[in-house]
């Protein structure tokens, strides 16, 4: 069992744009708005997320549950493929996003000491 999709897609879009998904007077409203009221995407306050990202990102956020991605895997297949896509890069196992770069890193541990990873970053420049 992996967290709620919903509950990782409000994260993520939290984390991305320093904003609450919905805002209002009181707390029927924000509610309310949680049932009826599609979320703002990210690209709208941070323009230079990547497009596949952001739209994985509404999908998580999707109203009905069987519209979200279903597994883990799918979502994490899901933002490998828009690494791959924003940045053209095909191995590593985790990519993050920085303005018009990314950053494949890839977690390997330190021989002898299974508690103290070391991690290899690699920063790739869009072209």
């Known amino acids: 069992m992996y967290p709620r999709p919903d509950s990782l897609g409000a994260l993520l879009h939290e984390l991305l744009t320093g904003r609450h998904l919905f ?5 029927y409203s924000v509610m309310e708005q949680h049932i009826n ?6 690209g709208q306050f941070r323009p230079d997320v990547p497009r596949g990202l952001d739209e994985l990102i509404l999908a998580m956020l999707e109203k009905q549950p069987e ?15 828009s690494a791959a896509v924003t940045s053209g890069v ?5 990519c993050l ?8 890193t890839r977690r390997t541990y330190s021989p002898g000491s299974p508690f103290r990873p ?10």
């Open 67 to 81: 519209d979200r991605p279903a597994t883990a895997a799918e979502v994490h297949e899901r933002l490998m493929t």
């Open 97 to 104: 996003w920085s303005g018009s770069h990314a950053v494949a």
């Open 37 to 42: 009221t599609p979320p703002a995407a990210v």
């Open 23 to 27: 805002t209002g007077p009181s707390e």
């Open 90 to 94: 095909r191995a590593g196992r985790r």
């Open 118 to 127: 070391a991690t290899t970053s690699v920063s790739l420049t869009r072209r």
